[in-house]
């Protein structure tokens, strides 16, 4: 049998996304299970006439990378979910992903950054990164996962750089593209995909311009700026506006159930 423990390490070690379920209050307080986001419970149990309710919700909280504690009638359960480390892969290693990779490997990234320039592409500039990359974007694509923990931030301004990135992109689980450039090069960007077939939904995921308008003027800001926006969208919460001045709690979606004064 399947300890909890190692249910958890299997998480971990295999970089799956799942979940610990822990009853804090009520009936078989203490009682734990793990669950794993494609196979269900993989380890321990909960009492039947919640099972079904806390897998359901879970596999939204897990969706999100959110902790909550949720009550079901006399139980009260908390749900910790356990997520791979995001990967961000950065095309154009200009100026602005520089910053970009420095703050987001602070972040908890896994920073992976590709210029066919090799005198941009270079360690002096990228010390920090988990892998530096010098080639063209269909070529580095052959060496990194498309799937659900990864954020694609598209810095070259040109189309030259981009076009055999969306190819690759298209109907994969990638979480988060984003796109530099103005908004005229951007609506250019979409009158191409949607030639090249793209649903309006797909063309939908593609953030461009890239990031939260902050005002950002340095490449540091502009940096800030696209993270603000990757974080977003990877807790699927925040409106990107100021706290000062609302109502209601603080991350109220984020925690626990009741958030944080």
Known sequence: MVTTLDAVRRLRDQELLGAVVTIVDGPETGERAVIDADDGFVAGELPADIAADVLADAAELMRHEQSRTLSYGEWRVFIETIAPSPVLLVFGAGHIAQPLSRMARELGFRVIVADARKTWATEDRFPDVDELIVG???????????????????????????????????????????????????????????????SEDELGQINGPIGLDIGAETPAETAVS??????????????????????????????????TD
């Open 136 to 198: 063209w974007p269909d070529q580095v694509l052959d060496h990194v996962p498309l799937d659900r923990r990864t954020y694609v931030a598209l810095l070259s301004h040109d189309a030259r750089f981009e076009d055999p990135v969306f190819p690759r992109l298209k109907e994969t689980p990638v979480r988060y593209i984003g796109a530099m450039g103005s908004r005229r090069t951007h609506r250019q960007r979409i009158e191409r995909l949607s030639a090249q077939g793209w």
């Open 226 to 259: 696209i993270l603000g926006e990757m974080i977003q969208v990877r807790y699927g919460a925040g409106t990107g506006l100021s706290l000062r001045g609302g109502d209601g709690r603080v991350h109220a979606q984020r925690g626990t159930e009741e958030g």
